[in-house]
């Protein structure tokens, strides 16, 4: 039995494996740019961000019906539980559908009908976050955000992705401070290619309750400082880092460094059907490149718990932590 862990950081149009993009190009007569799922993986190799971004936005165009969302997300969630997770907060980009044709309402009932199902067939609890692409204008997110409006029931928080350089969270102030009069819960991007200040930027001016990647940090002890005294959780992404040439090779990731800082460190996978692994795999690989002991590794669960949206569910929340307290690891190794 794996270790019991919850999600925090993963798109879910990231969890597009090739063979469910080319079947859903076959159902919607989509034409794609690779010959098949080999060649497509082929153009796994990633510069930067940037590069990655074009290849992720570029496939969507297979998603076209509420059930092409449903099999998406509810494909991520079998491979999840394999891997022990528990609890998922599952973001999703809707200005990259909307600006395709796809109605709002088709993403998010198609994403919620396999969420509604989760507890039941897979033992995962999740959580929706909708996220405003922060290379597209302010407007573009206020227009969303009000267009959620008839889905607010399903959706917990707004976040902030996409191309982060040049795009500072301030950017979205009075987007975050709708979203807030909403009563949705805030998290964004920062820190993962822009610099420790747009972290800053994200906890002052957009109020936000956790930071996404926020891996820059590192560049500034005050800032590390402030983020261990407030117990900010940082959902990091160590193979996204990786791939996206954040950082060199796994063994030089600051993730070991961090918690011995005293940050309230989670380990994620962003987009695993693109970055090489889900996020048990995610937990292998540092602990293997970072020589985590069992006990870092339960820390790293237990983070994951402390810093889910599970105010709803006190007692779900403590009987996570509880498991995850009693794990033996010896359970793990004779898998
Ligand atoms: N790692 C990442 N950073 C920013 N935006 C993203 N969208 C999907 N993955 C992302
Ligand atoms: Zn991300």
Do not use: W
């Not at 063979?19 to 794609?32: H, P, S, T």
């Not at 807030?180 to 936000?208: F, Q, W």
């Not at 959780?233 to 070991?256: G, M, Q």
């Not at 602990?287 to 669960?301: I, K, N, Q, S």
């Amino acid at each position: 039995m794996p270790l019991p862990k919850a999600e925090l950081h993963l798109h879910i149009e990231g969890t597009l494996e090739p063979e469910l993009a080319f079947a859903l190009a076959a159902r919607n007569g989509v034409r794609l740019p690779f010959e098949d799922t080999e060649e497509l993986r082929r153009a796994y190799l990633f510069e930067d961000l940037q590069s990655f971004l074009h290849l992720y936005y570029a496939l969507m165009a297979v998603l076209r019906t509420e059930d092409d969302f449903a099999e998406l997300t509810d494909g991520y969630l079998a491979r999840a539980a394999a891997q022990g997770v528990r609890h998922a907060e599952i973001f999703f980009d809707p200005q990259a559908h909307t600006a395709r044709g796809v109605p709002l309402a088709t993403v998010v009932e198609g994403i919620a009908r396999a969420l509604d199902t989760s507890e039941e067939r897979h033992g995962i609890s999740t959580r929706l976050i909708m996220c405003f692409l922060r290379d597209q204008s302010a407007a573009s997110a206020m227009e969303t955000l009000q267009a959620a409006k008839p889905h607010l029931h399903r959706i917990t928080a707004v976040g902030l992705d996409s191309a982060e350089a040049g795009h500072p969270p301030s950017k979205f102030r009075e987007v975050y401070e709708a979203a807030g009069a909403l009563g949705l819960r805030k998290v964004a991007h920062a820190g993962e290619e822009g610099p420790a200040e747009y972290v800053r930027e994200a906890l002052d001016i957009l109020g936000v309750e956790r930071i996404d990647h926020g891996l820059r940090c590192v560049e500034d002890h005050e800032l590390v400082e402030r983020l261990a005294r407030e117990r900010v959780p940082l959902t990091l992404c160590p193979l996204s880092n990786v791939r996206l040439k954040v950082i060199d090779v796994l063994e030089e990731h600051p993730l070991a460094r961090m918690m011995d800082a005293g940050l309230l460190c989670t380990v994620n996978s962003d987009d695993p059907a693109y970055f090489g692994g889900y996020v048990g795999d995610t937990f292998h690989a540092v602990r293997e490149a970072l020589g985590l002991t069992d006990e870092r590794l339960r820390e790293l669960a237990r983070n994951s718990f402390v810093a889910a949206f599970l105010e709803d569910d006190e007692p779900r929340r403590a009987r996570l932590i509880a498991e995850v307290e009693a794990y033996d690891f010896t359970m793990e190794r004779r898998e």
